[in-house]
């Protein structure tokens, strides 16, 4: 099952089902570059 999200790009939905459970909402993936900055602080480059 194929859902779209506020991202671009298509996700997979769950294929089970349950009947007293709400399946969580998913997330986009991550932007090309949005976590570049915070990924660099973290191996001490500024």
Do not use: V
Not at 20 to 31: D, L, M
Request: net charge positive; no cysteine; glycine share 10%.
């Amino acid at each position: 099952m194929i859902i779209r999200s506020s991202g671009d790009a298509p996700g997979l939905g769950s294929p089970m089902r349950f009947y007293e459970t709400r399946p969580k909402k998913t997330i986009s993936a991550p932007q090309l570059g949005q976590h570049t900055k915070e990924i660099l602080a973290e191996l001490g480059y500024s």
